[in-house]
Nanobody, 121 residues
Framework: VQLQASGGGLVQAGGSARLSCEVSGTVTVYAMGWFRQAPGKEREFVGGITWSGGTTYYADSVKGRFTMSRDPAKNTVHLQMNSLKPEDTAVYFC????????????????WGQGTLVTVSS
């Protein structure tokens, strides 16, 4: 199973960016998640989405600004990021889990390589 993230880059504060993550391989995905890790900080949960129903859950820090969506036909999940702030600068990772867990923000089994988003002030 491989997760390929794309779409990172340099964005001005207040701008938007869209990340994508394509899943390949033999797996039945239950949910996808996005995490991020800023320099010198621990990795943190950004948002998650169930694969079949599209139920989403977001960290408070991005709620109302970030939106996740999925395209099952293309085995791809997207993270639309609006109103970006310098504190959103981080390497963003997509992840997948193949079974239901109690919480959206943990127990992801498969991970992508990460894509850097830099928000300039």
């Amino acid at each position: 199973v491989q997760l390929q993230a794309s779409g990172g880059g340099l964005v001005q504060a207040g701008g938007s960016a869209r990340l994508s993550c394509e899943v390949s391989g033999t797996v039945t995905v239950y949910a996808m998640g996005w995490f991020r890790q800023a320099p010198g900080k621990e990795r943190e949960f950004v948002g998650g989405i169930t694969w079949s129903g599209g139920t989403t859950y977001y960290a408070d820090s991005v709620k109302g600004r970030f939106t996740m969506s999925r395209d099952p036909a293309k085995n791809t999940v997207h993270l639309q990021m609006n109103s970006l702030k310098p504190e959103d600068t981080a390497v963003y990772f997509c992840a997948a889990k193949d079974y239901r867990t109690t919480y959206f923000n943990d127990q992801y089994k498969y991970w992508g390589q990460g894509t850097l988003v830099t928000v300039s002030s």
